[in-house]
């Protein structure tokens, strides 16, 4: 009888504390997933992105970048610059630039650390160019390109911050050209392999 006894007792008390133990490893997987879902929170709180970007089919310049709903996020980049100046005296000669493009990205997968993503994108591009020499007058070159890509592209995150990412696909451009230097307007397009890179500061 009190072999049986010590038997139930030990049974009981193993029981328990396997119980407990059961308890114990929910409530570290609980935690877990907590600690996660928290880590998860603050990354989607950093849905704005500012830096420079430098791409064959979006342009390049200052860039921003918003995302729309972990899955989906849209680019805008644009600058404008210019230049002009007096030359021997008389000369001159002055130019403007101005880019404007954007791109709509769509995520494959996103890591702690990287992100794998698709995009379809353009750009618009306008150059203007004065001269005014004494031997042959002022004369205007007006060169514009409107440019189309699809895309991949690969994100990295060095610090929860900072954010660098390399892109790669077809792109399809078409130019026109005109001036007073010529009697009709000039258009040519290309169709090729495009590359660009940006950095940014996510907040």
Same mark, same amino acid.
């Given at each position: 009888?009190?072999?049986?006894?010590?038997? +139930?007792?030990?049974?009981?008390?193993?029981? *328990?504390?396997?119980?407990?133990? +059961?308890?114990?490893?929910? $409530?570290? &997987?609980?935690?877990?997933?907590?600690? /996660?879902?928290?880590?998860?929170? !603050?990354?989607?709180?950093?849905?704005?992105?500012?830096?420079?970007?430098?791409?064959?089919?979006? !342009?390049?310049?200052?860039?921003? +970048?918003?995302?729309?709903?972990?899955?989906?996020?849209?680019?805008?980049?644009?600058?404008?610059?210019?230049?002009? @100046? /007096?030359?021997?005296?008389? $000369?001159?000669?002055?130019?403007?630039?101005?880019?404007?493009?954007?791109?709509?990205?769509?995520?494959?997968?996103? @890591?702690?650390?990287?992100?794998?993503? =698709?995009?379809?994108?353009?750009?618009?591009? *306008?150059? %203007?160019?004065?001269?005014?020499?004494?031997?042959? @007058?002022?004369?205007?070159?007006?060169? $514009?390109?409107?440019?189309?890509?699809?895309?991949?592209?690969?994100?990295?995150?060095?610090? &929860? %911050?900072?954010?660098? /990412?390399?892109? !790669?696909?077809?792109?399809?451009?078409?130019?026109?050209?005109?001036?007073?230097?010529?009697?009709?307007?000039?258009? &040519?397009?290309?169709?090729?392999? @495009?590359? =660009?890179? !940006?950095?940014?500061?996510?907040?």
């Amino acid at each position: 009888m009190k072999m049986f006894c010590m038997v +139930a007792l030990l049974l009981v008390l193993n029981g *328990s504390a396997f119980s407990a133990q +059961a308890q114990e490893n929910k $409530d570290k &997987s609980e935690k877990s997933s907590a600690e /996660n879902q928290k880590t998860d929170a !603050g990354k989607q709180i950093l849905r704005n992105k500012l830096g420079f970007a430098a791409s064959m089919i979006s !342009g390049y310049g200052l860039s921003y +970048a918003y995302n729309l709903d972990n899955l989906h996020e849209i680019e805008l980049t644009g600058s404008v610059f210019g230049e002009g @100046g /007096n030359e021997n005296g008389n $000369d001159t000669r002055s130019y403007v630039v101005a880019t404007l493009g954007g791109e709509f990205q769509r995520n494959f997968h996103v @890591g702690r650390s990287s992100r794998f993503y =698709g995009l379809i994108g353009g750009s618009y591009w *306008s150059d %203007r160019t004065t001269y005014n020499y004494s031997y042959q @007058g002022p004369t205007n070159s007006n060169e $514009d390109a409107i440019t189309i890509g699809l895309a991949i592209g690969l994100e990295f995150t060095f610090s &929860s %911050r900072l954010l660098l /990412n390399c892109e !790669g696909g077809y792109l399809y451009r078409y130019t026109t050209k005109t001036g007073s230097f010529q009697n009709s307007t000039n258009s &040519s397009y290309s169709l090729g392999f @495009g590359v =660009g890179c !940006g950095i940014y500061y996510a907040f």
